[in-house]
């Protein structure tokens, strides 16, 4: 389909041109006349040629020549009617205007003529109203019927008018409410008035008397006077206003509040009047209809009424129809798209006549609202009314068809001058005019065929833009229209001017009195316009004195006085652009010089773009105040607004010195550039951003990092890669060309080309074998670099084969070192990781299968290409066996043959345990277990002992063998009453094991042996040990009575003479213990063991090698000497026993009477 062809006005070009009629003035629909001046009905049209007009009045021909009191307009269709001194009804009705010409009619609304009446009020005879105080009243208006109706209001007899408030209201209809009535309300001068609009007359209805008597009055619930009853219906025009009221009676006088059921009410377009009684709502919308409930409400209760709104509409339009221009045998609509409530019919007429009753045209299909033209040829041209009606009113559109042949003008004037100042848009015109409508296109220069695209944008009227406008867009430009018929060009010319810019801006200055104050404003500009300076005080000028000293780039205020203060402006002008900057002035008494304060630089000001070319830019700005800190140097950031918006990157820095920078740009990038200036108190605050600079796009200047081909299937590759940023994109249309082939393979690269991904699958691979790949980046402006190519390899399979020849070497008893010969390369089926070896203790070799336990295996992983390992931490005398399995990154393959290997005897381990049972007097049994483990064959145990005497001293070491069969002997000839130590151990043919150690008390005598053994449960030791306790109590009492008398007691002087140095005094200040150390005491030595039948031990006596602060295990030398040496305490008193926490046993309380 062809849209409409606009038709210029310029008059060269409607020369000659033929038009079918165009309606472009006419009366309203609805006319109200003034009898009292002439009637004035408007038609005017345009057309080539030039139409004549017609009438017609209630549908028939309406003969102006024939009524000497009607003149039509010469050259228009406007009718005026001098109606003086003729009855003005005579000239109401509906008239219609039609123009036409030889390519068509057109015809305008139906306009009513009606004459404006302000009828008399009809006489009539007012009662006297006599009411109660506190009822409700109306009193009613019923103005004459008018045309316009009048506008109602109530006032006096001497023309005041009548207050209103919410207990006294007008209605919508003129009558006047009284919610209730008081003895104010007494007058016999309400009077209602009618002022009619268009005669400007106004009249008055007779005075109403009313009375209100003043007695006591019952107050009562609201109630509603208008409208009546619950509920009530209300229909409004769509677009119109719609007013509901509600008016209540009630006492007290009830408020009103309204609320919309079914919605909210349209808070713009709503409003409350006459005291909250009326609602209004303006431009009502379907949206607004629904029940509106109103609400009385007084302290006694409420009342509603519901008002049910519908909205219907009269037709509106949706899409009214335009001017038609085709060329022959062209395709086009006319569409009449309207809508109403209820939906409106739609009906066509073609030159004023329906169109059923006009002349066939094979080219024409009627489809309801619209009409479709085909292959339109010469002569039928025509105009088309479109009247779309419904029972609240109707719309009527006319729409001409011409069929033109017109070969392209351009109607910009040839050779003109754009001229436009850098990084503004810049537009350049070239309207045309054809039929067929001309097709426009831009050349630069002559050469170069501007395409639709960033930086241009070609309009649909054929104007040239160009967003950002930079000094390499000057030039001609040549524009082409073209069509069927014909062709037409024409020439225009660009210049690029730079911007005016204040350079050095005046700044806030603060002067004595009588000073001179100086303000600069140093000016850039385009060479080729000439700039003009002014200067403003305040915004106005500056005053006439001569005192005020305007140079080229500076004023000077010679000797400032009070009166100068202000504030200060430069405007620099040329013909295209200005610039301003104010500073203040403040005039100050004469003050001491202050002291110099040091602050961070102002931002910068003013940046500028210029140099601008495709990867590079020149930016400029304006230094800001330096707070007495010279400036050491400028920080440029800039921000990417197309790929990361709010994000400030650092791009360069310059030295303090310089105001401009030289930047190296990317591609297709939306760059904003800021600038920070730094001194020695820090950074100022980032300028304001610079304007936005596109670079244009272009190819990738890299590829794709991080590329890795690596196999997570037997049968794929996955290349990988880490993609680029936006920023690193070059232009849009990113993509990623991957590309791949086997290694050392006569075969072609395979590519594929994807997006938004970093990885690419490459399926049905050989089982890990090596590929060459390599990504590149690609964009819709070209390729990246020839990319690098890296090595990967496919996916990985579980090892075929396992390692052979398993050889296995013993070193000693806890080391052998296993070999075997290594898979082949081939069978490994991936990468090569290394070799597991399972290797597992099966039993030792004195123990018979049935009895070995089973063990875990344990694991050794080798890595690499390893054909031997190590197996440390072995158990001698063992049964062991093993297999291997090659290992690569997916896992194990199938295990070798097993492999079983011994191990020699080893040193056994220690004496599972040594006890020592049954003591006597002169003889000890000492009773042991095997080692737990043997690590060979046992040949026999030896055991070493020697007696600790009460000073501590060792005596000579005893060495007894036993066999291995043995597990208990008993050693005769032993001291009574002595402490022994024993040391233990197993031997092998490899040596000796480990010792362990044991100690264990001789008894004093058979009855001290026996009371050892059961002292406890006899009677007579009991009734001993009662004895002793009373003994004991008694020596105490005797102790405490001599103390107190200040003499000694033999125990005082054993302390005096044998003063311990652990037992600590108590401090003389606080009555506190000093420090008490028990690290030796009560500790028995490392290795001994309890004895099972109970024997004394060390921390039950005062005799314990503990005393001797033995640290560990006996040593032997090779000879079996004792080596470990006891040292400490020599001496020990008795009661130092007593400092165990533990009670003393009936033995220790013998000891410390012997």
Known sequence: MTSALEVPLDPKV??????????????????????RENIVIHCEAKGKPHPSFSWTR??????????????????????????????????????????????????????????????????????????????????????PAGLPPPVIFWMDNIFQRLPLNDRVSQALNGDLYFSNVLPEDTRSDYICYARFPHTQTIQQKQPISVTVLDSKSDRRRPGFMAPLGSSSTKMVLRGETLELECIAEGLPTPEISWLKESGEMPSGRMSLHNFQKTLKIVDVTEADAGDYRCTAKNSLGSAHHIIKVTVKAAPFWISAPRNLILAPNETGVLICRVSGEPKPIISWSVNGVPIENAPQDPSRVVEQDTVIFSSVQTGSSGVYQCNASNEFGYLMANAFVSILAEPPRVLTPSNNVYQVISNRPALLDCASFGSPIPVITWFKDSQTSIQDGDPYVIHNNGTLEINVAQPL?????????????????????????????????????????????????KVKHDPSLIPTMTWLKDNGELPDDERFVVDTDSLTIKDVTGEDEGTYTCIMNTTLDQDSASAMLTVV????????????????????????????????????????????????????????????????????????AHLSLSPFVYYSFRVLAHNHVGYSRPSQSSRQYRTTPAAPDENPSDVQGVGTEHSNLIITWAPLTGFQSNGPGLQYKVQWRQKDVDQDWSSETVSNVT???????????????KVQAVNDYGSGPEPEVVLGYSGEDLPLSAPESLQVMVHNSTLAEVHWE????????????????????????????????QQEPEVLTFSGNRSEGRLPGLQPYSLYNLFIRVLNSKGEGPPSPGKSFETPEGVPGPPSFLNVINPNMDSLTLEWGPPLNNNGRLT????????????????????????????????????????????????????????????????????????????????????????IALLILVLLIVCFIKRNKGGKYPVKEKEDAHQDPEIQPMKEDDGTFGEYSDTEDHKPLKGSRTPSNGTVRRDESDDSLVDYGEGGD?????????????????????????????????????????
């Open 14 to 35: 409607l020369e000659g041109l033929p038009q079918p009629p165009t309606i472009t003035l006419q009366s309203p629909k609805d006319y109200i006349f003034d009898p």
């Open 58 to 143: 209630n549908g028939t021909h309406f003969d102006v020549e024939k009524d000497s009191k009607v003149l039509m307009k010469p050259g228009s269709g406007t009718l005026v009617i001098d109606i003086s001194g003729e009855k003005a009804e005579a000239y109401e009705g509906t008239y219609q205007c039609t123009a036409h010409n030889e390519h068509g009619t057109a015809v305008s609304n139906n306009i009513v003529i009606r004459q404006s009446r302000s009828p008399l009020w009809s006489k009539e005879r007012n009662e006297a109203i006599v009411v109660q105080m506190g009822v409700s009243l109306v009193l009613q208006c019923r103005p």
């Open 473 to 521: 867009n000057s030039g001609k430009y040549t524009c082409i229209a073209t069509n069927n018929l014909g062709i037409k060009e024409n020439h225009v010319y660009l210049e690029v001017k730079e911007p005016t810019r204040i350079l050095k801006q005046p700044e806030y200055k603060v002067v004595q009195r009588n000073r001179n104050a100086v303000f600069e404003c």
């Open 589 to 660: 008494e004469a003050t001491p010089t202050p002291a110099m304060v040091y602050e961070e630089p102002d931002p910068p000001t003013d940046l500028e773009l210029t140099d601008q070319r495709e990867r590079s830019v020149q930016l400029t700005w304006i230094p800001g105040d330096e707070h007495n800190s010279p400036t050491q140097k400028f920080l440029i950031q800039y921000e990417d607004l197309l790929h990361q918006p709010g994000v400030w990157f650092n791009l360069t820095e310059v030295e303090g010195a310089s105001t401009t």
């Open 759 to 773: 990885q690419f699958v490459v399926s049905g691979t050989p089982t890990y074998v090596p590929y060459e790949v």
């Open 822 to 853: 290594p898979v082949p390369s081939s069978t490994v089926r991936g990468k090569l990781q290394g070799y597991k070896v399972y290797y597992r203790r099966e039993r030792g070799l004195h123990e018979a299968e049935a009895e070995a336990e």
């Open 940 to 1027: 026999s145990y030896t055991l070493k002992y020697q007696p600790v005497n009460n000073t501590n001293e060792l005596g000579p070491v005893e060495v007894k063998t036993f066999p291995a069969n043995e597990t208990s002997f008993t050693l005769a000839n032993l001291k009574s009453s002595t402490l022994y130590k024993f040391y233990f151990n197993a031997q092998t043919i490899k040596g000796s094991g480990p010792t362990i150690t044991e100690e264990a008390f001789t008894i004093m005598d058979t009855t001290v042996a026996s009371r050892q053994v059961d002292i406890a449960t006899q009677g007579w030791f009991i009734g001993l040990m009662c004895a």
């Open 1114 to 1154: 006996g040593q032997f030398n090779e000879d079996g000497s004792f080596i470990g040496q006891y040292s400490g305490k020599k001496e020990k008193d008795t009661h130092e026993g007593n400092e165990s926490s533990e009670a003393p046993s009936p033995v220790n309380a013998m000891n410390s009477f012997v």
